[in-house]
T-cell receptor
């Protein structure tokens, strides 16, 4: 159980276009979903936290108008990179979570989406 | 603020050697969770272990073992008798307040 999918697994787009990445929890309802970005040979950096039906909370330094997050249901969250530029090329990873206990959520990670902007 | 430090950037060993990955964390909270993840070349994160701050027992799972020392804020990970398939990037992470903070990762290369 606790499978999370991402689509697409990789995408190449031209500079200035927008790209949508989907994150789905396949066998459970996710109260919260997280979006991370990982540049080559670097760690995962949290971009934003989204709860179903409410606006996402963005980490400091992440442009909310550029990285649009929609969490319309308990099993689907989407990240749209608007007006993508080469510097947005990265590995985007989502996680879906459900409450684990005090002070923590059990996060299940998707396989990631590799975005290349040319 | 939370912080996770993995001082070792890269470790290279020969197959069957043991390898220990260090993880030191900082948090002001008394309740928190610690994690280790493996990221093979495919990129998908593989969950290895979760430990809460109230459980300091060491854990062994096959060739993997973890040593949690609250007094030194460390949560070290040992792979015994390493294999080529263990080659990956390993991340230590700290979770409290419902967010994961990842360390920089340690790249482990196991040579045949």
């Amino acid at each position: 159980g606790a499978v999370v999918s991402q689509h697409p697994s990789w995408v190449i787009c031209k500079s200035g276009t927008s790209v949508k990445i989907e994150c789905r929890s396949l066998d459970f309802q996710a109260t919260t979903m997280f979006w991370y970005r990982q540049f080559p040979k670097q760690s995962l950096m949290l971009m934003a936290t989204s709860n179903e039906g409410s606006k996402a909370t963005y980490e400091q330094g992440v442009e909310k108008d550029k990285f649009l997050i929609n969490h319309a249901s308990l099993t689907l969250s989407t990240l749209t990179v608007t007006s993508a530029h080469p510097e947005d090329s990265s590995f985007y990873i989502c996680s879906a979570s459900r409450a684990l206990g005090l002070a923590s959520l059990e996060q299940y990670f998707g396989p990631g989406t590799r975005l290349t902007v040319t | 603020a939370q912080k996770v430090t993995q001082a070792q950037t890269e470790i290279s060993v020969v197959e069957k050697e043991d390898v220990t990955l260090d993880c030191v964390y900082e948090t002001r909270d008394t309740t928190y969770y610690l994690f280790w993840y493996k990221q093979p070349p495919s990129g998908e994160l593989v969950f290895l272990i979760r430990r809460n701050s109230f459980d300091e027992q060491n854990e062994i799972s096959g060739r993997y073992s973890w040593n949690f020392q609250k007094s030194t804020s460390s949560f070290n990970f040992t792979i015994t008798a390493s294999q080529v398939v263990d080659s990956a990037v390993y991340f230590c992470a700290l979770d409290n307040d419902y967010k994961l903070s990842f360390g920089a990762g340690t790249t482990v290369t196991v040579r045949a």
